[in-house]
């Protein structure tokens, strides 16, 4: 971590909490953990509406579809380490195909068009958003893409907006093949409930 | 993304960028607005706002030289991050009731 005083959480209860995380999920959740437990009050309700923007139960789109627009979003922001993280959960539910084709240049990749048409939208808010207009809605209605699957879609996008920028910043840890294998395997097993 | 998940996202950017801190809200502010601040962190602000992934380490040594602590550049970074993401919320929204 870039700030020296973020390597180790300040009250015994933030600590406890990291101890928990690295022993469960492992150095992959435990070192993004580090830049959120700084200062709970503002790392704890911004945790909780990350995680809730993933593990979300509408059926609007898939774990897998919710986990690749995180991963498309922190590719367009160049974050290596949410790449690796969130890309790693899309790969276990997508396939490793996927998820590279869709990396590599959404508009050619096996996706439906639902998901094609969202991945445009999430591109433009992330990279042009002065250019979004009314014409950016309605595609995504001609799509079959009701308001509140794309508003779905569009929390995950705020959210690693911050996200990707705070582990770029703080220089978070790009995580080995294996310590992405064991997060992944803890978040699906716990539901994201990383706080 | 309901209602309260946007009442929540902007009630917490206004707690980074106006609530108790140790950087004064009107830095935080304009790191978020992407106006000017004077020095290190104009720099530093600037850079989170429009390619987190330059920052090095010499962008935090800056602003210790300057005389900034960690947890006011953990607030300078937040507040930048969150200016971003609010720039993106609002236009992705608009767009989606139809203004341009």
Same mark, same amino acid.
């Not at chain 1, 789109?61 to 290596?80: H, I, M, V, Y």
């Given at each position: 971590?870039?700030?020296?005083?973020?390597?180790?959480?300040?009250?015994?209860?933030?600590?406890?909490?990291?101890?928990? /995380?690295?022993?469960?999920?492992?150095?992959?959740?435990?070192?993004?953990?580090?830049?959120?437990?700084?200062?709970?009050?503002?790392?704890?309700?911004?945790?909780?509406?990350?995680?809730?923007?993933?593990?979300?139960?509408?059926?609007?789109?898939?774990?897998?579809?919710? =986990?690749?627009?995180?991963?498309?979003?922190?590719?367009?922001?160049?974050?290596?380490?949410?790449?690796?993280?969130?890309?790693?959960?899309?790969?276990?539910?997508?396939?490793?195909?996927?998820?590279?084709?869709?990396?590599?240049?959404?508009?050619?990749?096996?996706?439906?068009?639902?998901?094609?048409?969202? /991945?445009?939208?999430?591109?433009?808010?992330?990279?042009?958003?002065?250019?979004?207009?009314?014409?950016?809605?309605?595609?995504?209605?001609?799509?079959?893409?009701?308001?509140?699957?794309? /508003?779905?879609?569009?929390?995950?996008?705020?959210?690693?907006?911050?996200?990707?920028?705070?582990?770029?910043?703080?220089?978070?840890?790009?995580?080995?093949?294996? =310590?992405?294998?064991?997060?992944?395997?803890?978040?699906?097993?716990?539901?994201?409930?990383?706080? | 993304?309901?209602?309260?998940?946007?009442?929540?996202?902007?009630?917490?950017? %206004?707690?980074?960028?106006? $609530?108790?801190?140790?950087?004064?809200?009107?830095?935080? %502010?304009?790191?978020?607005? $992407?106006?000017?601040?004077?020095?290190?962190? $104009?720099?530093?602000?600037? %850079?989170?706002?429009?390619?987190?992934?330059?920052?090095?380490?010499?962008?935090?040594?800056?602003?210790?030289?300057?005389?900034?602590?960690?947890?006011?550049?953990?607030?300078?970074?937040?507040?930048?991050?969150?200016?971003?993401?609010?720039?993106?919320?609002?236009?992705?929204?608009?767009?989606?009731? $139809?203004?341009?």
């Amino acid at each position: 971590m870039r700030l020296a005083s973020m390597a180790v959480p300040g009250s015994a209860w933030a600590r406890l909490q990291l101890a928990g /995380l690295q022993l469960f999920a492992g150095p992959a959740v435990g070192e993004a953990a580090k830049a959120w437990l700084y200062r709970p009050a503002w790392g704890k309700p911004f945790s909780r509406l990350l995680t809730e923007s993933l593990r979300s139960r509408s059926n609007a789109w898939s774990l897998g579809e919710r =986990e690749l627009f995180a991963a498309f979003t922190s590719k367009l922001n160049t974050c290596s380490y949410c790449v690796g993280t969130h890309g790693a959960v899309a790969s276990s539910q997508l396939g490793q195909h996927t998820l590279d084709a869709v990396l590599a240049d959404w508009r050619t990749a096996p996706v439906g068009e639902r998901v094609r048409v969202m /991945l445009s939208f999430l591109e433009k808010m992330t990279l042009r958003p002065d250019e979004l207009g009314p014409s950016d809605a309605a595609a995504l209605t001609a799509a079959g893409i009701e308001r509140s699957a794309a /508003l779905e879609a569009i929390q995950i996008c705020w959210a690693f907006n911050i996200g990707n920028r705070q582990a770029d910043a703080y220089d978070v840890a790009v995580p080995s093949p294996a =310590e992405l294998s064991r997060a992944t395997g803890f978040l699906l097993r716990s539901g994201y409930r990383v706080y | 993304m309901s209602r309260e998940f946007e009442e929540r996202a902007r009630e917490l950017t %206004k707690l980074v960028l106006a $609530g108790p801190g140790d950087l004064d809200p009107e830095i935080r %502010k304009a790191a978020a607005a $992407g106006r000017p601040i004077d020095g290190a962190a $104009g720099v530093y602000a600037d %850079k989170v706002r429009r390619h987190a992934y330059r920052i090095i380490d010499e962008d935090i040594e800056a602003l210790h030289a300057e005389g900034y602590s960690d947890p006011q550049i953990h607030e300078l970074t937040e507040a930048a991050a969150y200016g971003a993401a609010l720039v993106r919320l609002d236009a992705a929204l608009a767009a989606l009731d $139809g203004r341009e």
